[in-house]
């Protein structure tokens, strides 16, 4: 991965935003990305096809649900610059991290 491309994928808030909470370490369907996020499922799946396509987080199929995680070939420094930035500037999460533990989605 080329910084170039890695730094043009975290260029949106919707995808910045849902690669730091993924960096907390936790896998994340969807519908707990919409909870956390406020949006659609559409865009929330749209910004995270680019992530992939990007080579930033991969996704595994679990019945009708997919969780997301950083990808385990992320680059350390990039995954450095995801946990930095996270660690950093945590009120930039607060209140996205206050709606993932409220959260009423039950994948199962």
């Known amino acids: 991965m080329n910084p170039l491309a890695f730094y043009k994928c975290l260029a949106d808030d919707t995808r910045l935003q849902s690669l ?3 960096a907390d370490g936790r896998q994340l369907c969807v519908c707990e990305l919409m909870d956390a996020l406020q949006l659609s499922q559409p865009k929330v799946s749209r910004h995270l096809a680019e ?3 990007c ?3 991969q996704g595994e199929r679990r019945g009708r649900w997919v969780y ?3 990808a385990p070939g992320l680059p350390d420094w990039a995954r450095e610059v995801l946990l930095t930035t996270a660690a950093a500037a945590p009120g930039y999460l607060k209140t996205a991290r206050r709606r993932l533990a409220a959260s009423t989605c039950t994948p199962a």
Do not use: A, T
Request: charged fraction near 15%; aromatic fraction near 8%.
């Open 55 to 57: 080579g930033i987080v």
């Open 51 to 53: 992530l992939r396509e």
């Open 68 to 70: 997301y995680c950083l």
């Open 20 to 22: 730091l909470l993924l």
